[in-house]
């Protein structure tokens, strides 16, 4: 089974400071995580995938297989950063399985950035 | 607009009323899929579809519910005999899968909205 837990469903920082959202995962094969975010009145739209090892607007998550888990960063917030994040996880596509590409998604985390 | 749209945005409906939603996806998009969100949780996923194939179908979709993407294009999700429970947001997106190797990124539609009083 996949699971995806964020602890925090509210998160408040100023602007200009670090800011982590954190995402814990659990399942028993290779993931693929993503993190999207919803502004708001718009639509859901992703904001990073890990094996794009990319930084958008700043932000990086980096996958700890160990930890099982997959946090997201920004070492100075903005306000325009302020929305619902969210985490989540799919299988890895392998030879055969057609049982990849849907999301399991956490509960989502509001971050709140202060001017 | 070449997004995910979806209609109606919004629906209010009594309880035991069967209701539609239609998804159109992003043109030459392969995959389609329905997801569920309640309110303060993350979304969850109902079904999708390769094409006019309906490949996979979570447990939380219940006999009332039944999902078509008849001609591989738009796609219809129906409930019948509303429920209370069965209110929530739902979520259409798609994405273009080309064979294994690398998950394309999904596109969400706005959703509809559903109200089951």
């Known amino acids: 089974a996949q699971r995806v837990t964020q602890p925090e469903k509210l998160l408040s920082v100023f602007k200009g400071a670090p800011v982590e959202l954190k995402c814990n995962y659990s399942?028993?094969?290779?993931?693929?995580l993503f993190w999207y975010v919803q502004y708001s009145r718009q639509r859901l739209q992703l904001l990073l995938r890990?094996?794009s090892r990319e930084s958008i607007k700043g932000f990086t998550a980096d996958l700890n297989k160990g930890e099982t888990s997959f946090h997201l960063k920004k070492p100075f917030a903005q306000e325009e950063d302020s929305a619902m994040y969210y985490c989540?996880?799919?299988?890895?596509?392998?030879?055969?399985?057609?049982?990849?590409?849907?999301?399991?998604f956490g509960q989502g985390t509001i971050l709140t950035v202060h001017p | 607009d070449t997004g995910v749209s979806q209609d109606p945005r919004h629906k209010i409906t009594k309880r035991g009323q069967n209701v539609t939603f239609r998804c159109d996806p992003i043109s030459e998009h392969n995959r389609l899929y329905w997801y569920r969100q309640t309110l303060g949780q993350g979304p969850e996923f109902l079904t999708y579809f390769q094409n006019e194939a309906q490949l996979e179908k979570s447990r939380l979709l219940s006999d009332r519910f039944s999902a078509e993407r008849p001609k591989g294009s738009f796609s219809t999700l129906e409930i019948q005999r509303t429920e209370q429970g069965d209110s929530a947001m739902y979520l259409c997106?798609?994405?273009?899968?080309?064979?294994?190797?690398?998950?394309?990124?999904?596109?969400f539609g706005p959703g509809t909205r559903l109200l089951v009083l």
């Open positions: 890990h094996i």
């Open positions: 997106a798609s994405s273009i899968n080309r064979g294994f190797g690398l998950l394309e990124t999904q596109y």
């Open positions: 989540a996880l799919s299988a890895r596509p392998h030879a055969g399985g057609t049982s990849y590409g849907k999301l399991t």
């Open positions: 399942y028993s094969g290779s993931p693929e």
